[in-house]
């Protein structure tokens, strides 16, 4: 098959690139140029910025590919630009989406009420806000005001004319995350803190993760499977680990002596205020791509953990801390609050 991605170069795409090439299929990455993974691969590039993909048109016919991966689409005009150039082009594209999509996440958030059950569906209720992250004043990886993956969802999956599948992603860990998202943990870690101090809501609360590189190869299975037409896909670990376990097995796996401490809120000071609705547990049944494409983790979770643990040593990024883990209390804090 002839594959166009769109993005691909940065944390999930040299991955999912690595599988299409093993499959024996040929790839084709529109980027900007400017490469911050190691992609060594006997791939085609062509340079250019997302929001000029009309500019490229012709280029695209030449190419013609099969099928046309986006990993970058966040806004319903990017998505609505998207469908317009590949239309008579291609003959499928595959949209990158979120589990942020569920009204579960609204939830979360505090901006939809009530507590429901999980897991999650491909079929389960979807938020009725939208752009979750419109008000927040630091958004993840610098997400548009206007982000919102179910406008993406939505134009991708109602064109009748170029065929969509979409993958909803959990919260992925591993090599080049740009939020280093074990970070803030391994950090205390490796400062030899004795414990790391969790709200009881916290530690108990349970949400769907994904490595890398079990994520890329997940995606390269929808992407050359017919079967996959039309369809919605979740990626996650099988294992849901709640926040305290999973915290203790990185400890375990990064050589810690240390514990999880779960408190209740009233040993936290009083002005302070988790920005969550922790009741909701946020995790998903990936049964279904199992079933049909066959997809298993290629990679342990103890592996992928271990890897995730050396790489991030080796690139700390502490300032991710408020975004990744804003329940995590600063040392003074944290010891002030063991002696109460």
């Known amino acids: 098959m002839k594959i166009l991605i769109i993005g691909g170069t940065n944390f999930i795409g040299p991955f999912l690139?690595?599988?299409?090439?093993?499959?024996?299929?040929?790839?084709?990455?529109?980027?900007?140029?400017?490469?911050?993974?190691?992609?060594?691969?006997?791939?085609?590039?062509?340079?250019?910025?997302?929001?000029?993909?009309?500019?490229?048109?012709?280029?695209?016919?030449?190419?013609?590919?099969?099928?046309?991966?986006?990993?970058?689409?966040?806004?319903?005009?990017?998505?609505?630009?998207?469908?317009?150039?590949?239309?008579?082009?291609?003959?499928?594209?595959?949209?990158?989406?979120?589990?942020d999509v569920y009204l579960t996440y609204g939830i979360l958030l505090g901006k939809?009420?009530?507590?429901?059950?999980?897991?999650?569906?491909?079929?389960?209720?979807?938020?009725?806000?939208?752009?979750?992250?419109?008000?927040?004043?630091?958004?993840?990886?610098?997400?548009?005001?206007?982000?919102?993956?179910?406008?993406?969802?939505?134009?991708?999956?109602?064109d009748c004319d170029l065929l969509g599948t979409i993958i909803r992603l959990p919260m992925v860990y591993g090599e080049n995350d740009p939020l280093n998202r074990i970070f803030p943990y391994l950090q205390r870690m490796d400062d030899s803190r004795d414990v790391i101090v969790l709200l009881d809501s916290i530690a108990k609360w349970r949400g769907s993760y994904g490595y890398v590189e079990n994520i890329g190869y997940a995606i390269a299975l929808a992407v050359t499977n017919e079967r996959a037409k039309g369809r919605i896909y979740h990626v996650a670990e099988s294992d849901t680990l709640s926040e305290g376990e999973r915290i203790t097995?990185?400890?375990?796996?990064?050589?810690w002596k240390g514990k999880v401490v779960s408190l209740s809120q009233e040993?936290?000071?009083?002005?302070?205020?988790?920005?969550?609705?922790?009741?909701?547990?946020w995790?998903?049944?990936?049964?279904?791509?199992?079933?049909?494409?066959?997809?298993?983790?290629?990679?342990?979770?103890?592996?992928a953990l271990k890897r995730t643990v050396e790489w991030a040593r080796n690139h700390p990024s502490s300032e991710m801390q408020q975004l990744v883990a804003p329940w995590l209390l600063d040392y003074a804090t944290e010891d002030a609050v063991l002696t109460k």
């Open 17 to 99: 690139v690595r599988h299409l090439l093993t499959m024996g299929h040929d790839i084709t990455l529109f980027h900007r140029g400017k490469m911050k993974a190691d992609l060594r691969f006997e791939v085609n590039h062509i340079y250019g910025a997302r929001s000029q993909l009309h500019d490229f048109k012709s280029e695209f016919k030449s190419l013609s590919p099969d099928v046309v991966v986006d990993m970058i689409c966040y806004t319903q005009s990017d998505t609505q630009l998207l469908m317009n150039v590949f239309k008579g082009i291609a003959q499928r594209v595959v949209a990158i989406s979120s589990m």
């Open 283 to 303: 995790f998903v049944d990936s049964s279904r791509i199992r079933q049909e494409l066959g997809y298993r983790e290629i990679v342990p979770l103890e592996e």
């Open 112 to 158: 939809e009420s009530g507590v429901l059950e999980v897991p999650l569906r491909e079929d389960s209720d979807l938020r009725s806000s939208l752009y979750p992250y419109k008000d927040m004043p630091k958004r993840a990886l610098n997400a548009p005001a206007d982000y919102e993956k179910i406008l993406v969802e939505r134009v991708v999956m109602s």
């Open 267 to 281: 040993k936290f000071p009083d002005d302070w205020n988790l920005p969550f609705n922790t009741k909701q547990d």
């Open 249 to 255: 097995k990185i400890g375990e796996l990064a050589g």
